[in-house]
């Protein structure tokens, strides 16, 4: 299954997941949370958030820190 779906008018791929939605999942826990956490609200596939947040981090919109084997994502400080 894909996180990306083709627009009818276009036939570009589109994002089924914002980028933004992932952001305000994390906000809403309190600005930081793991990436099953973040995963369940949009109920997505765990390997699909993970992608999703690592490039919101390398876009620089959240931040991540490692601890043990778990990423714990958090919203950037602007």
Not at 57 to 63: L, V
Request: aromatic share 6%.
């Amino acid at each position: 299954m894909t996180n990306e779906s083709r627009d009818d008018h276009t036939g570009k791929f589109t994002e089924k997941y914002d980028g933004s939605d992932f952001v305000d999942v994390i906000e809403r826990l309190g600005g930081s949370a793991g990436t099953t956490e973040v995963a369940e609200e949009p109920d997505c596939p765990h390997s699909t958030a993970y992608h999703r947040l690592d490039r919101l981090r390398e876009e620089g919109r959240i931040d991540s820190r490692r601890i043990g084997n778990a990423v714990l994502w958090v919203v950037a400080n602007e």
